[in-house]
Structure formats: structure tokens, C-alpha cells
């Protein structure tokens, strides 16, 4: 998990939620088109174009805006961009696992679910030779329920990061 820095950049989508009046307030099923697009965009762009979550690149056909506190959570406001982030799996190919922001789901517990908005959410795995991910330390609860939660050590995403790691590994590195 690579720790996220919002930088909102979204003029249209300020303006879009500013036009909020006494006989129209915006909502998420609201937002579409140009100005959804935006907000997708500006997500992709802070994230360098990978899932908040497994870091995975980003397309523009296979992602989709992902609230951090679920849009079911009545205590969250579905058009805080700050609870925004853009993560993998729009559509799910024929026998795919979900993973991600998909299996996650309305899931969300403050305390078990790292944040890749935490500055120190980068520290709280590591990744062994063959691309499994796990906590850096054994006591923590949260890393190990965010990989479960997630899906992060599911055979595709371990194969994925097991290819990207090959290259640099050494016969004199120890585990």
C-alpha cells in the first residue's frame, strides 16, 4: 500500500456541489458525466495511476471512484473527495476474484482497515520473495484484517508483485 496525499484539483466538481440550493442538494447517484470524470481523473492523477489499495496500474476502463468510509455509512458524506480514492476492478472478468475495493465492499472499521491516507500505511506490510504480502509487524491486527479485507494476497496480486519483484532479487539476499 502506497500512502496517498490528496491535492484536489477539481474546479468542476466544486462547482457542481456550490450550485447546492434549497430545491436541489447534490448527491453520489448525482454525479456523472464530465464532471464524475473529473473527479476520477484528479483520483487517478494523485495516486500516480495506481489502486489505493494493491497497486495495481490504473486504467481508465478498469477503475472505479471507491469511498474509503463506505457511501452506506450515514456518518460519511458520499461527495467528500478527501474520502475518495480510485481503485482497481470496474468490471470483473469471467472467474476473477474480487479484490480490493470490490471485496472490501461496505465493510469499514476505523481501527482494522489501514488507510493508505495514513502516512505510515506504507510501513505496516511487507512483502516476502515469492509476492505474498504481510504485516511488518506480527501484532498488528489492522495490517493483517486489510490484507484479508481486501483480498491482497490473492494469486493474481502475489503473482503480479512476484514478477515486479524477481528482477532485483539476489541469491545473496536473505529473506
Known amino acids: 500500500m502506497k500512502h496517498i496525499v490528496k491535492d484536489q484539483d477539481t474546479p468542476g466538481f466544486d462547482e457542481w456541489n456550490a450550485r447546492a440550493n434549497d430545491d436541489w442538494q447534490p448527491t453520489y447517484e448525482d454525479l456523472s458525466g464530465t464532471i ?3 473527479v476520477k481523473n484528479s483520483l487517478m492523477k494523485e495516486q500516480g495511476y495506481i489502486c489505493c489499495y494493491c497497486e495495481r496500474r490504473l486504467t481508465d476502463d478498469d477503475s472505479h471512484i471507491e469511498h ?6 450515514n456518518a460519511a458524506n458520499p461527495l467528500d473527495y478527501t474520502n475518495m480514492l480510485c481503485s ?3 468490471r470483473l472478468e469471467q472467474g476473477e476474484p474480487r ?3 470490490h471485496l472490501k465492499g461496505d465493510w469499514f472499521d476505523n481501527q482494522l482497515l489501514v488507510s493508505p491516507l495514513d502516512p505510515d500505511c506504507e510501513g505496516r506490510f511487507a512483502y516476502t520473495a515469492d509476492g505474498k504480502i504481510q504485516p511488518a509487524t506480527k501484532s498488528s491486527d489492522a495490517a493483517r484484517m486489510t490484507i484479508v479485507k481486501l483480498g491482497l494476497n490473492i494469486n493474481k496480486l502475489c503473482a503480479l ?6 528482477p532485483f532479487l539476489d541469491e545473496n539476499l536473505s529473506e
Do not use: D, L, T
Open 36 to 38: 464524475k470524470e473529473e
Open 68 to 73: 474509503f468510509n463506505p457511501r452506506s455509512n
Open 88 to 90: 482497481c476492478q470496474n
Open 99 to 101: 479484490h480490493c475495493g
Open 161 to 166: 508483485r512476484n514478477k515486479a519483484i524477481e
